[in-house]
């Protein structure tokens, strides 16, 4: 049982590269979620789907979008990023309204230069 | 406006002391509440989490957690710290039955431990 599987691990853009992050589970869970961890801030929420079908912003969505491709999948596209979007993004999920925790993935460390 | 603190960024014990890391949250009702543990290079693990009912939680790896509503506060607690426990710890706050989803986080409290 694999949970929630980020890739790419790693990641170096330059300024107005676009890329996409993929972000999928095996849980069956309904609701997954993006966060970027920057030092001393904690983790923030980008975009988030309670559901298949439906997603919306979070605290940081500015300069990012989501596709909720099925069930199992969320990925997360910079479109032109840029040097503050550097973080380390996570991807996670759970079961309805997340009353039981989030499982989180290993993360994509992305740099932008 | 709803909130987390972790008032310790750092904390340094030696192996074999205890620990309590504090947590407290603004929020308009009782929320969900939750620690995680973040390994160097790893995403967060949940460690407990309270719903309702008894204020004293047990999670994984010996912790426990007590919620305390006059304080608005869900520390963590560990009797006897192992080397291995050294990692970033984090304090989270859900909204109960509302229909949303999202989780408000702390900045984190790391700790060292000394052998």
Known sequence: NAGVTQTPKFQVLKTGQSMTLQCAQDMNHNSMYWYRQDPGMGLRLIYYSASEGTTDKGEVPNGYNVSRLNKREFSLRLESAAPSQTSVYFCASSEAAGAKGYTFGSGTRLTVV | ?115
Do not use: M
């Not at chain 2, 989803?101 to 702390?106: A, D, H, S, T, V």
């Open chain 2, 1 to 115: 406006a709803q909130s987390v603190t972790q008032p310790d960024i750092h904390i340094t014990v030696s192996e074999g002391a205890s620990l309590e890391l504090r947590c407290n949250y603004s929020y308009g009702a009782t929320p969900y509440l939750f620690w995680y543990v973040q390994s160097p290079g790893q995403g967060l693990q949940l460690l407990l989490k309270y719903f309702s009912g008894d204020t004293l939680v047990q999670g994984i790896k010996g912790f426990e957690a007590e919620f305390k509503r006059s304080q608005s506060s869900f520390n963590l607690r560990k009797p006897s710290v192992h080397w291995s426990d050294a990692a970033e710890y984090f304090c989270a706050v859900g909204p109960p039955n509302s229909g949303t989803y999202k989780y408000i986080f702390g900045t984190g409290t790391r700790l060292k431990v000394l052998a």
